[in-house]
């Protein structure tokens, strides 16, 4: 079973920054796409970011120039590194591996970003 295990979630002040990671119980290469979604009270999971096995990568509107996803294959981790943090970006952020139909969730990590 494949695992997906979140970190780097927390409280920051707008305009700070973190780093989310996502280290998989097996090699990344295994996975067609692997992304970041989150979710915020009251309101639908969308996609943050996504990357491929080739590394070509997708951004929502919203996030374009502040985050960027990136990954270590030699660690079987995902990253997504997010900088200029809004309150808007407060949610819980989960990390999403897919391969042929199978569709991977890790737990989710949470960010809030209030002063």
């Known amino acids: 079973q494949v695992q997906l295990a979140e970190s780097g979630g927390g409280l920051v002040q707008p305009g700070g920054s973190l780093r989310l990671s996502c280290g998989a119980s097996?090699?990344?290469?295994?996975?067609?796409?692997m992304g970041w979604y989150r979710q915020a009270p009251g309101k639908e999971r969308e996609l943050v970011a996504s990357?491929?096995?080739?590394?070509?990568?997708t951004y929502a509107d919203s996030v374009k120039g502040r985050f960027t996803i990136s990954r270590d294959n030699a660690k079987n981790t995902v990253y997504l590194q997010m900088n200029s943090l809004k309150p808007e970006d407060t949610a819980v952020y989960s990390c999403?591996?897919?391969?042929?139909?199978?569709?991977?969730w890790g737990q989710g990590t949470q960010v809030t970003v209030s002063s």
């Open positions: 999403n591996a897919r391969r042929g139909l199978s569709i991977y």
């Open positions: 990357i491929t096995a080739g590394g070509s990568t």
């Open positions: 097996e090699s990344i290469f295994n996975f067609n796409r």
